[in-house]
């Protein structure tokens, strides 16, 4: 969950390693299991001012890479065992769309995942 406090100690920090378990769809379950979404995650970096912002620990309804917008030239996802240079950081970003491209069939059915749990939520309001 974001917290203020961390954003103070963290300020103009060089690398903030952040956790974004859940997708923001799914911000109230963020709240009651005391994680953060993907954004929050991203507006904790924004906000702290952090050169670089690397996202973890994601849930594994992610079965390759979570599902996100273009979280910016200042944030990038992590991957178990990975291993990266602090000066290699600035790369990550712009891996984005390639493992986008890698791995667009798991992205879509986690897509039509969301849409599932969403029209579930709503009693089948949406299409």
Known sequence: MPCDALI???????????????????????????????????DVGREMNA?????????QRYP????????????????????????DLKLLPHLSAPLQALFQEELEEMKEKQKRHKRNRLGGLIE
């Open 8 to 42: 103070m100690a963290g300020k103009d920090a060089t690398l903030l390693i952040h956790e974004a378990t859940f997708d923001d769809e799914l911000h109230q379950e963020a709240k009651r299991k005391r994680h953060s979404t993907i954004s929050q995650a991203v």
């Open 64 to 87: 390759k890479i979570p599902l996100m917008d273009n979280g910016g030239e200042k944030v990038g996802i992590a991957f178990d065992h990975m291993k990266v240079r602090l000066g």
């Open 51 to 59: 050169s670089f912002n690397l996202l973890t620990h994601f849930s």
